[in-house]
């Protein structure tokens, strides 16, 4: 099962998301015990002030080739769990977001 689901005009994308995370980077998909899949990023920015949300935003428009406009969150600003959305074809999204985790298994 994808954290991602299409939209109208584009997706939206559940996260788990680590702040201060050494680097920044996509991890792959994770099923939670809920059942529930999300994508596992981490930042190295903290989780002060909304910077953690930003390098988030910023590190998922560079990893899919769109403009930091189109993605924006949706609901989690204070927590790790979060939901985007992404504005863009939904295909070509989708796409993107396989190759970046088809080589990373939970």
């Known amino acids: 099962m994808d954290p991602w689901r299409y939209s109208a005009g584009g997706m939206t994308v559940a996260l788990r998301v680590t702040p201060r995370g050494g680097r920044d980077g996509i991890d792959g998909i994770e099923t939670r015990g809920d059942g529930r899949s999300v994508l596992k990023v981490r930042v190295r920015a ?15 428009a ?9 993605v924006r969150l949706l609901s989690g600003a204070t927590s790790r769990l979060k939901q985007i959305a992404i504005d863009g074809e939904p295909e070509q ?3 993107a977001l396989r190759g970046l985790t088809s080589a990373k298994p939970d």
């Open 46 to 60: 903290p989780a002060d002030g909304g910077e953690a949300n930003r390098a988030v935003t910023e590190l998922l």
């Open 93 to 95: 999204l989708c796409e």
């Open 62 to 70: 560079k990893a899919l080739g769109v403009p930091k406009a189109r």
